[in-house]
């Protein structure tokens, strides 16, 4: 997994390396640590990029997991949005209507 | 191959070649250096396979002896190791102490050049050197004395002899002038059989020495350069003429030659020992030559039928008045584009009959393509006389196990048949019971078998029996025990497992017998069914074979027993045990034997998947041009009793079912490929990928649910996925079902629960497909919505 940061547009990246389903979801925990960590330093972050590349799948755990990174970075005043997203995540992505909080980006 | 010609002691040393001993044993080692140091060769050591492979030098050899039996990596491996790694120029000569054809054949297939047989002295490594060295070898030395001793090592009888090089001398004559106007004409066919004829010939009387420069004039023409080959032809014409002044030295001293052949090489009346007297041996080489050669040899008492042409021994055999052959000698095709030419259509026309096939310069491509279409030994011209008897006496014990196996095999054809005549009795609809069949032996024959008895009105009885194997033996234990069964319950009003546990003593008895050679060393396992419509009772009977599903009318299925319950193997451990299922609810059965289980794990997908696929009415399947089919190991056997007699198409029919029993929530990644490759078999690919992604996800999030909240994570609940369609494909349906207790709800506020507060089933309802909760929200049902038949349609012919 990817964590990358860009300081001069206070954007993170994230890479997601697996599909979002509930039996790989505890491998991604300490995600949420590292944004923690990372605004605690200070370092107002505005944007933090979802790469879901090679995530072909999402179930309602990897929802969730979303959810949760998009409630943590909005109370630090930031936004989520999600990038390379294939046809069936993105259909999920409708579906459950996740799309009202998290971006889709076509970038 | 070794190479028969004699050097003469008192020639010119070699010139300084790099060679490489891989040689564990230090005395075989020293020995050899000795003798190569003598001959000019520097010498490197290589005391295993795995140090001579760790050379960086590999490539600048000119030769490698290696030793074929080592500790570790053996001769062979390390052979095959190197030419792998490209290095094919470097000639690799075996050092073996076993002097066997297949030995031979081994290192020839491991990638090796030649043999030397332990011990190796001086003249066989030096003549080794020679052939293997090519380079370097003297050419204009003394020609005569190597085609004298040649011979003498030969050992062809005087009368032969005289007679091949007389015949020889005479077409030598005309071989120069023949070459000249295939040349001039720039014919390439005529000028390579003449080519490959004139160093056959003299390769055949020891002549080697015109070989290289022949070669060298095959080349040119092949690469179609005919100035280089017309050069070529006027060093070839000396050789010829030289040649031929010594085949008439030869002749001329005669009686000198014939009484200098080395006696224990010698060809003659004495090896034969009436060895084969009673066998029919041909010879089938288009060359006069070797013809002649052959033909001669019937003076000695070698009784070889000699043939020109392959069509002169197919009309020969087809006559019919002439006894079939014991075993064929077959010289390479040389005229054609393949050198089996010939040897195909022998095989065609004599299919049991050993064929050695004589080669005078057999490559690696050679060997390895007679290997493979299954002659019986391959051997370099000339051929020792010890070795060339031995190859024909294995060649012919050989003929004979083909015959009889041939035999057998019609046999076995014969009860290949019958046995799919009985079969086919017990397909179709009859005395209310829709009864399908799906039966493949292996072979010709098998050992499993399907029966139905109706003893009584009310009482139907099916039986099916695996013996291990598949062979004829089998299908005979197998049709014996049918026999048995059938003849017990008529006349003695036993009960099946009566009748199955006597069979099984009979058979122990016989296993026990097969320390001495007597006995049958076949088990049978066994599944009987009896349905009781009086009664409404399914009685089951296991013998350690298939656990049986049951069918519900909604298409779920359960099974008969629990694997723990049923005896594993069936020696003493013979169940006794009836397992009984009320018919309520019940639509049927299936039962199969352990070739479907073997397949469907091969396959990677379920076996209601293989079941559904195999015992599908709608659509036939043609089992024999099945991709699929060519992996199965063993007999097929497949059955579907149903108990109603209308089984409409539209019936849901199940292609998956799989119990999780705990609270793992990773067995869903585990199984999650078995789900998709079972949908994709059954259905024969015509879910699309969005489809297939919807149905994956909402079988997940169904079964995560019955795992973490309708069992309560807890270990001795369980979960169970069925996947249905119906025969025309036109629907598809996940049923998951938990072990865990329902909701304490009545059935109608159950069905009405809102799916929103479970967990997971949030994002199911969002999909745009059907849910259903029923039985207090123990069983969730996902309806897919499948693309119409049309769709199905232009999908299957897209």
Known sequence: MNFESTPTRQEMVLKIPYDLISTKIESLSKVKDLIKNAYAENKNYQILLIDLKNCSMIDSAGLNFLVSLHKLVSSKGGKVTAINLGKNVRRTFLFSRLDRYIEISEN | ?798
């Open chain 2, 1 to 798: 191959m070794q190479v028969n010609s004699a050097i003469p002691a008192n020639s010119e040393p070699l010139d300084f070649s790099r060679v490489l001993v891989v040689e564990d044993d230090k005395t075989s080692f020293a020995i050899i250096r000795r003798l190569l140091t003598k001959s000019n060769c520097h010498v490197e050591l290589a005391e295993t396979g795995t140090k001579a492979l760790a050379n960086p030098n590999l490539n600048d050899f000119e030769l490698i002896f290696m030793d074929c039996l080592m500790p570790g990596i053996d001769g062979f491996e390390t052979t095959a190791q190197i030419r792998d790694r490209g290095i094919n120029h470097v000639p690799i000569i075996a050092v073996t102490g076993s002097d066997t054809p297949e030995t031979r054949i081994k290192c020839i297939r491991a990638g090796m050049n030649d043999v030397l047989i332990k011990p190796v002295n001086a003249s066989i490594l030096r003549q080794c050197l020679e052939r293997w060295l090519g380079s370097t070898i003297p050419k204009e030395r003394e020609p005569y004395e190597q085609m004298h001793q040649y011979l003498n090592q030969l050992g062809y009888p005087a009368e032969v002899l005289g007679s091949a090089l007389k015949y020889l001398l005479d077409t030598s004559e005309s071989w120069s002038e023949d070459l000249h106007k295939h040349i001039q004409d720039e014919n390439l066919t005529e000028t390579l059989n003449l080519s490959y004829r004139i160093r056959c010939n003299l390769s055949l009387l020891g002549a080697e020495y015109v070989y290289s420069g022949i070669r060298l004039l095959e080349e040119h023409v092949k690469r179609g350069d005919w100035t280089s080959a017309q050069k070529n032809e006027i060093s070839i014409n000396r050789l010829i003429s030289e040649t031929s002044k010594h085949l008439q030295a030869l002749l001329d001293n005669f009686d000198e030659l014939t009484r200098s052949i080395i006696p224990e090489h010698r060809f003659g009346p004495e090896i034969n020992n009436g060895a084969f007297d009673d066998n029919h041996l041909a010879f089938v080489d288009a060359d006069p030559l070797c013809q002649l050669i052959f033909k001669n040899m019937r003076t000695i008492g070698w009784n070889f039928e000699v043939f020109t042409a392959v069509d002169d021994f197919r009309e020969w055999v087809e006559s019919g008045i002439h006894p079939s052959m014991d075993c064929i000698l077959c010289s390479e095709s040389i005229a054609t584009d393949s050198p089996l030419d010939a040897y195909r259509i022998i095989r065609e026309i004599e299919p049991c009959t050993s064929v050695i096939l004589l080669s005078h310069f057999p490559s690696k491509n050679l060997v390895n393509e007679s290997l493979r279409e299954g002659v019986f030994q391959l051997l370099s011209r000339p051929t020792p006389k010890e070795l060339l008897l031995s190859t024909i006496k294995s060649g012919i014990q050989r003929t004979i196990q083909r015959r009889d196996d041939f035999k057998r095999q019609q046999v076995a054809k014969k009860i290949g048949v019958a046995q799919q005549k009985l079969l086919s009795k017990g397909i179709g609809i009859d005395e209310g019971l829709v009864n399908r069949l799906f039966c493949l032996p292996k072979h010709e024959a098998g050992g499993d078998f399907w029966v139905k008895l109706h003893p009584e009105t009310h009482k139907h009885i099916f039986i099916l029996s695996d013996v291990s194997g598949h062979d004829m033996e089998s299908a005979f234990v197998s049709a014996y025990f049918q026999g048995f069964l059938r003849g017990a319950l008529k006349k003695s009003s036993k009960q099946v497992n009566d009748v199955l546990v006597e069979f099984n003593r009979f058979l122990c008895q016989e296993w026990n017998k097969t320390d001495s050679g007597q006995g049958v060393d076949k088990s049978l396992v066994c599944c009987s069914a009896e349905v009781d419509l009086q009664k409404q009772e399914l009685t089951f009977y296991l013998n350690g074979s298939c656990i049986p599903l049951i069918i519900r009318d909604d298409g779920t299925v359960f099974e008969v027993a629990n694997h723990t319950e049923i005896p594993l193997g069936w020696f003493d451990e013979i169940s006794q045990h009836a397992h009984v299922v009320s018919l309520e609810n019940v639509s049927g059965f299936c039962a199969w034997s352990d070739g479907i289980e073997e397949l469907a794990m091969d396959l990677g997908i379920n076996l209601l998947s293989v079941l559904f696929r195999l015992l599908n009415e709608d659509e036939p399947i043609e089992p024999t041009s099945s991709d699929w089919y060519t992996i199965a190991k063993d007999d097929l056997l497949a059955a579907f009793v149903g108990l109603n007699k209308i089984q409409s198409s539209d019936r849901p029919r199940p292609i998956f079912y799989k119990k999780i029993e705990g609270d793992k929530a990773s067995s869903i990644d585990e199984i999650q490929s078995e789900l998709q490759d079972s949908i994709n078999f059954a259905m024969q690919n015509v879910i699309d990928d969005e489809l297939m992604y919807d149905i994956l996800l909402c079988t997940r999030e169904g079964v995560l649910n019955a795992l973490k909240h309708g069992c309560q994570g807890l270990p001795e609940k369980f979960a169970e996925i069925t996947l249905l369609t119906n025969n025309t494909l036109s629907t598809l349906t996940v049923q998951i079902r938990d072990g865990g207790d329902p909701l304490r709800a009545d059935l109608l506020s159950a069905s009405q629960f809102d799916l929103g507060q479970h967990r997971g089933l949030a994002l199911l309802k969002s999909f745009s497909h059907d849910l259903e909760f029923c039985n207090r929200t123990k069983t969730l049902w996902i309806h897919f919505n499948l693309p119409t038949n049309k769709e199905i349609l232009s999908i299957i012919q897209t």
